[in-house]
């Protein structure tokens, strides 16, 4: 089994950036894909961001293109999402998501392995 835990996650006024990360542990060598998906009050969960981990490609939706980062830190086992000039529409608890299937997906129903989720809040 895989067990994905986030963090960093918090209060910032429009414009502030955040750092979340996710660790994994448990049988991770089953995992080749991580991504990050979000649920806002209301709304279904959206894909915001994937990683392939053996090239580190990645791949995001429009709305976070030129100021979210999804990278893969070995060191510390972790894959983040580097979150900048936020905008109150990102508000949403954040999930990490790990994948055993190669290909890139947005749907959260190709997800294997899901964290707790955590809260990002963005002021006005």
């Known amino acids: 089994q895989v067990q994905l835990a986030e963090s960093g996650g918090g209060l910032v006024q429009a414009g502030g950036s955040l750092r979340l990360s996710c660790s994994a542990s448990?049988?991770?060598?089953?995992?080749?894909?991580m991504g990050w998906f979000r649920q806002a009050p209301g709304k279904e969960r959206e894909f915001v961001a994937t990683?392939?981990?053996?090239?580190?490609?990645?791949a995001y939706i429009d709305s976070v293109k030129g100021r979210f980062t999804i990278s893969r830190d070995n060191a510390k086992n972790t894959v983040n999402l580097q979150m900048n000039n936020l905008k109150p529409e990102d508000k949403a608890v954040y999930y990490c998501?790990?994948?055993?299937?190669?290909?890139?997906?947005?749907?959260?129903?190709?997800?294997?392995?899901w964290g707790q989720g955590i809260q990002v809040t963005v002021s006005s």
């Open positions: 998501a790990g994948r055993r299937g190669i290909l890139a997906s947005t749907s959260s129903n190709n997800y294997d392995y």
């Open positions: 448990g049988s991770t060598l089953s995992i080749y894909r």
């Open positions: 990683i392939y981990l053996s090239d580190r490609s990645t």
